[in-house]
């Protein structure tokens, strides 16, 4: 089983930028792939992105491309998240979660260990 420890959620207005950070731990070998995902107030938790922890394939919502950028540090089993051009919709719970898919998916059935969520807020 794989512990994922999330941080770097907090305030930010809307226009400015936000790092989130997700640390992996334990059966780090299980997992192929990260993903975040994020579930605003009274909605269904949504993909964000993925990225692979080999190879250079990354994957974005439409929501949220071109905005959020995740990258990784595979030498500290660490996924990013930088987020900029933050906008009110933004706000959310973000979750961050591995998956033994080779290819990363945007259902979150297909994911297998979650962090325990950190929360975004961005004020208008």
């Known amino acids: 089983q794989v512990q994922l420890v999330e941080s770097g959620g907090g305030l930010v207005q809307a226009g400015g930028s936000l790092r989130l950070s997700c640390a992996a731990s334990?059966?780090?070998?299980?997992?192929?792939?990260m993903g975040w995902f994020r579930q605003g107030p009274g909605k269904e938790r949504e993909f964000v992105a993925a990225i692979r922890w080999s190879g250079d394939s990354t994957y974005f919502a439409d929501s949220v491309r071109g905005r959020f950028t995740i990258s990784r540090d595979s030498a500290k089993n660490t996924v990013f998240l930088q987020m900029h051009s933050l906008k009110p919709e933004d706000t959310a719970v973000y979750y961050c979660?591995?998956?033994?898919?080779?290819?990363?998916?945007?259902?979150?059935?297909?994911?297998?260990?979650w962090g325990q969520g950190t929360q975004v807020t961005v004020s208008s």
């Open positions: 334990g059966r780090t070998f299980s997992s192929n792939a």
């Open positions: 979660a591995t998956t033994k898919d080779i290819l990363p998916s945007t259902n979150t059935r297909r994911y297998d260990a």
